[in-house]
């Protein structure tokens, strides 16, 4: 559900609707990276927003869908990053751009994504809005990865699909230890190595 919905489908909320919701869901958000989802209630979030306790079910039926709506929005801006910076940038600086752009967004959004983690173990909705924006990112990376092998510059036996997944879990899953487990790394060391470690995999001249 996007802003300026009304709940459950219902006709376009005013303008100071529309104002509500939004302060409902950023308030969502800091209380949800406070506390955590399982420990985290209604009243928590409309109490830091300054909204009525039943006026939350104006905008939204339940915790479980303001928190879908914080995570959908978090994860738009995750994987919205470019694999093209610049008009002829080659393949090997625009992974490096992808990653940079994918470092940063996960570093403004690292005490959410902690709280992702926990709701992916038993959340099967969230799992499988996690799932579709995990794919439409991998889709946009296996097509410049096909992309690629009809120019002539990626090994034609890889499976662009499996490797645009491969490659994204390796990037994600380091900076997931990185910047929520706190595993000491040195930010600028990590980036160089993932880059490096994408570029010789797809065989791409650096």
């Not at 300054?50 to 939350?56: E, K, L, P």
């Not at 393949?91 to 752009?101: C, G, M, Q």
């Not at 390796?170 to 790394?185: F, H, I, K, T």
């Amino acid at each position: 559900m996007r802003s300026g919905d009304g709940a459950g489908g219902q006709a376009p909320l005013t303008e100071r609707g529309a104002r509500t919701r939004e302060r409902l869901l950023a308030a969502a958000r800091e209380v949800f990276e406070e506390r955590g989802f399982l420990e985290t209630r209604v009243a928590h979030i409309t109490g830091r927003a300054g909204v009525a306790y039943g006026s939350f079910y104006t905008y939204f039926p339940s915790k479980e869908a303001v928190f879908l709506e914080v995570a959908d929005r978090l994860f738009a801006d995750m994987t919205g990053h470019a694999l093209e910076p610049a008009p002829g940038s080659s393949p090997a600086e625009r992974l490096r751009h992808a990653n940079r752009a994918y470092y940063e967004a996960y570093r403004r959004n690292a005490k959410m994504m902690a709280i992702i983690e926990q709701v992916a173990t038993f959340n099967v909705e969230f799992q499988e809005m996690r799932r579709k924006h995990r794919a439409d990112s991998a889709a946009r990376s296996a097509q410049a990865i096909a992309r690629w092998q009809r120019d002539g510059l990626v090994p034609p036996d890889l499976d662009p699909e499996m490797t645009a997944h491969a490659l994204a879990t390796m990037v994600d899953r380091s900076l997931y230890l990185c910047l929520v487990q706190g595993d000491e790394a040195d930010a600028g060391r990590l980036l160089d190595t993932l880059d490096a470690l994408t570029v010789r995999a797809l065989g791409l001249p650096t």
